[in-house]
C-alpha cells in the first residue's frame, strides 16, 4: 500500500507539471534568443591545372587494339615523366579500356579501345610545354581548379573575417533589442568554393610533325571561393 501511494503521489506531480506547461507552453520556450548569418567572399586566380591526354585504337583483334594502345600510353608516359616534379606536375594513368563493336545482328565485328594519361598541378608552362611533346595521345579534356594549400590558406582569411562580422552583427543585434551583450547558443562554419567557372582556351593540337612541340594555351581565370557563418545566439542583459 505505501509503494502504490509513492507511484500516485508521484504521478500526481508528473501530471501537475505536464498541465501546468499546457497551459503556458510559452514559459519554457528560450527568450532573447536570436538567428544570424554572415558571410566573407574572395575572388581568386586558379593555380591548378588538368589536362587529360587520351587516344582510341580500333580494329579486328582485340589484342592488336590493345598492345597499339598500350604503345600510345606507354610513349606518353615515358615523356611525361621526364618533366614529373611531385606538386608541381603529376602524372597519372586514367581510364583503359577496351570492348567489342556489333553489328546490327548482335555479332561482333571488331574491338575499340580508349587509353588516358592524367596530368595535374601548379607548374602551368611546364604542363602546356609537356602537352605539346608527347604526340602519341591528344587532348581530351582540361580543368582548373584552385591547389588544396591555396584553398586552405584562402578559407583560413575568410573564416577570421566572417567570424568576426558575425560577432559584430551579434552585438549590434543585441544592443538594439535594449541587452547589453551576447552568448553563442550554436554556430556552423562552412565554405563553398564556387570555382567552376568557364574552361580554359584549349587549341587542338596537330599531329604534324612541324607542330609536335607546340604548347597547350591555357588562361586559368578566377574563382570565388565563400565561407559562411550562422547560428543562434542568447542576448543578455
Known amino acids: 500500500m505505501k509503494k502504490l501511494a509513492t507511484r500516485a503521489a508521484t504521478l500526481a506531480v508528473a501530471l501537475s507539471a505536464s498541465a501546468a506547461w499546457a497551459a503556458d507552453p510559452a514559459s519554457s520556450q528560450p527568450v532573447g534568443v536570436v538567428g544570424l548569418s554572415a558571410s566573407a567572399t574572395a575572388e581568386v586566380t586558379k593555380d591548378l591545372l588538368s589536362v587529360a591526354l587520351t587516344t582510341t585504337r580500333e580494329g579486328t583483334e582485340a589484342a592488336q587494339v590493345q598492345a597499339q594502345l598500350k604503345q600510345a ?3 606518353a ?3 611525361a615523366k621526364k618533366a614529373a616534379k611531385p606538386g608541381q606536375i603529376d602524372v597519372q594513368t586514367g581510364n583503359f579500356s577496351l ?3 556489333y553489328t546490327n545482328k548482335g555479332v561482333i565485328n571488331g574491338w575499340q579501345g580508349t587509353a588516358e594519361l592524367l596530368v595535374e598541378g601548379r607548374d602551368i608552362p611546364g604542363i602546356a610545354k609537356l602537352t605539346g611533346r608527347i604526340t602519341t595521345l591528344t587532348i581530351g579534356r582540361v580543368g582548373t581548379n584552385l591547389s588544396r594549400e591555396q584553398r586552405e590558406k584562402v578559407e583560413s ?4 573575417q566572417a567570424i568576426s562580422a558575425y560577432r559584430a552583427k551579434a552585438a ?3 544592443k538594439h ?3 547589453t551583450g551576447y552568448v553563442i547558443r550554436e554556430v556552423n562554419v562552412g565554405s563553398n568554393d564556387q570555382v567552376a567557372y568557364a574552361a580554359p582556351m584549349v587549341r587542338a593540337k596537330s599531329a604534324m610533325a612541324g607542330q609536335a612541340d607546340e604548347g597547350l594555351p591555357v588562361e586559368l581565370g578566377k574563382g570565388t571561393v565563400v565561407v559562411n557563418v550562422n547560428g543562434t545566439v542568447q542576448m543578455t542583459k
Open 157 to 160: 582569411d575568410l573564416t577570421a
Open 172 to 174: 549590434e543585434y543585441a
Open 77 to 79: 608516359l615515358a615523356e
Open 177 to 179: 533589442f535594449g541587452y
Open 73 to 75: 600510353l606507354d610513349a
Open 99 to 101: 570492348f567489342p563493336r
